[in-house]
C-alpha cells in the first residue's frame, strides 16, 4: 500500500517507522528535516512538501499538534490537501485535536467523495514505539474497516467509537477520568502519608478495595511504591503534564459545547494548569502527587 505520513515528532516518527517495517511503500513529510532524515535512515521516502507526499497516495496519515495544524494541512484555501487528494485516498487524522475541527475537516472532504476518520492515540510514545497503540476511529463503518489494517501496524487495539470526530470525544473522556483518577489516588495517598501510613501498605490495600484503579495498579503517582513507573524515576517519561493540560483543555470545551456538566473534569483542569505553571509542564502527570505535599499544598 502506498502510504503518505505527515507529522514525524515524537509520536509520527516511531509511526511511520512501524509501517515502513510492515513493508509499506511511505513517503512522508514534516517541516522539521531533522524528523525527515531519521525517517530516510529507516527506509521511508522523503517528499519537499506536504502535496508531493500525497501524491497517488492510497491513505494519508497525519500525526500533528492541534487543530489549527491539522484544518490547514487539508483546507488552507491555497495548499490545502484536498486540493491535491484523490477521491480514491482514505485520510487517518491521528492528532489529538477538538471534535469540531474533526467534523469541519471531514465534512468538507467528504464533499469531495474524500474518506476521512479521526483516529487519535492512546499509548504514548512508548505504545508507538513498539506499535502496541490504542486508536480510538470516529468515521463510517466501511472507512473504519478500510483503516483498520493499516492502524493494526501500528497499533494492537483498534477501536470503531462511532461517526467522523467520536474518536476525538472518545479519547478526551478517557483521559479526562484518568486525570481525575490520578489527583483522587494523589489526594488520598498523600492523607494515608499524612497520618502515619505506608503509601506501598495503602496502596495494596486500596487495590483489595473499592478504591482499585488504573492508576493504583500500574502506574502509581507516589514514589517508590511501583518499579518501573515515572514517579520512581523521578517523574521522568511517561505521559507530559503539558500534554494532559491540552487534553483536558479540549475536553472541557467539548463539555461547555454540550452543555454537559464535567465539575470534576474542571477541577482536574484547575489543578493540572497549577502544577504546570509551577515549572512541572514537562515532566510526566503522575507528578500532580507533589501538589498534595505539606509544600504546595496551600497553592491548592
Ligand atoms: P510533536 O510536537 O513531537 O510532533 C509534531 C510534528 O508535527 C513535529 O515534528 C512538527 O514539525 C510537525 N508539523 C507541524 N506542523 C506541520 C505541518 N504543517 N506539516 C508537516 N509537519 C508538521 O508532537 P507529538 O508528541 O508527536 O504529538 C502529536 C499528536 O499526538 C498531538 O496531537 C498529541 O496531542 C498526540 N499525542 C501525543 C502523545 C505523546 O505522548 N506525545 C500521546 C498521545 C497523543
Redesign the pocket.
Known sequence: MKIAF???????GPMATNLVNSGHNVTV????QD?MNQLKLAGARLATS?SQAVENADVVIS????GH?VE??YLDPQNGLIHSLSSKTLVID????DSATAVKVGKALALESISFVDA??????GGAKAGTLTFIVGGEKQHFLTAKPVLENMGKNIFHAGEVGAGQVAKICNNMLLSVLMAGTSEALQMAIDNGLDPKVMSDIMLQSSGRNWTLELYNPCPGVLEGVPSSNNYQGG??VD?MR??LNLAIETAENTHSATPMGKLAQTLYEKHGESGNGQRDFSSVFELFNSTNRLKI
Open positions: 505527515i507529522g514525524l515528532g515524537n509520536m509520527g513529510y514534516d517541516l522539521s524528523a506536504a500525526m500533528l499538534p492541534a495544524h490547514s494541512l491521528s492528532s489529538t485535536i487519535p492515540v492512546s499509548g504514548g510514545v505521559f507530559m500534554l491540552k487534553d
